[in-house]
């Protein structure tokens, strides 16, 4: 079975700053998709970024990017330039030959201004 | 795109009651989900169809609980004799397509407090 593991329950990062936030995953497949969602306070889970697995070239959208190392099974995500609106929940998902998506337990971002 | 819908948004009700709850995945979406989100984790899947058949079911729902989704567009979900462990986030997704793996969208959620 899948298993997606977040170990920073929580952080934060100043205003116009960077961070990057973890995630593991244990996995038996080879062909994958990863995911990284964020989930506003009352708000809907939105698609922040996707990685297919087969992919060396690590995602990129706007301000936020993947490292993406699948021999350690590892998929942080990078945040640049932090904004008051980045402050959320996220969390990181797997998705194999199932269709389900497989969660973390998230991690809770505070932007300081 | 009017996005996934969901109703209603709180659901408060007493132990041993039943609730239905509805998703409208996005119009041209073939895919449907049901996920459970208890406080402070993360989304748990429930089940999953595709136009109206049921596809996948986790050992978590129970025989108290079930999903349809009888013309291949809105689902139900329909949890009986509710139990105080039945509390939480009750979220619907729905994607696009044949092809594995594309993005699943979610809606905002109904939230189940149990009495």
């Known amino acids: 079975a899948q298993t997606v593991t977040q170990s920073q329950p929580e952080m934060s990062v100043q205003e116009a700053e960077t961070v990057t936030l973890s995630c593991t995953y244990d996995?038996?497949?080879?062909?994958?998709?990863l995911f990284w969602y964020k989930q506003p306070p009352s708000r809907q889970m939105i698609l922040v970024i996707r990685q297919e697995a087969y992919k060396q070239q690590n995602a990129t959208e706007n301000r936020f990017s993947v490292n993406f190392q699948k021999a350690a099974k590892s998929f942080s995500l990078k945040i640049s330039d932090s904004q008051l609106g980045d402050a959320a929940m996220y969390f990181c998902a797997h998705q194999g030959g199932s269709e389900k998506l497989v969660f973390g337990k998230g991690t809770k971002l505070t932007v300081n201004p | 795109d009017t996005g996934v819908s969901q109703n209603p948004r709180h659901k408060i009700t007493k132990r041993g009651q039943n609730v239905t709850f509805r998703c409208d995945p996005i119009s041209e979406h073939n895919r449907l989900y049901w996920y459970r989100q208890t406080l402070g984790q993360g989304p748990e899947f429930l089940t999953y169809?595709?136009?109206?058949?049921?596809?996948?079911k986790s050992r978590l729902l129970s025989d108290r609980f079930s999903a349809e989704r009888p013309k291949g567009s809105f689902s139900t979900l329909e949890i009986q004799r509710t139990e105080q462990g039945d509390s939480a986030m009750y979220l619907c997704?729905?994607?696009?397509?044949?092809?594995?793996?594309?993005?699943?969208?979610f809606g905002d959620g109904t939230r189940l407090s149990i009495l």
């Open positions: 997704a729905s994607s696009l397509g044949e092809v594995s793996n594309q993005p699943q969208h």
């Open positions: 996995t038996s497949e080879s062909d994958y998709y």
């Open positions: 169809f595709q136009n109206e058949a049921q596809l996948e």
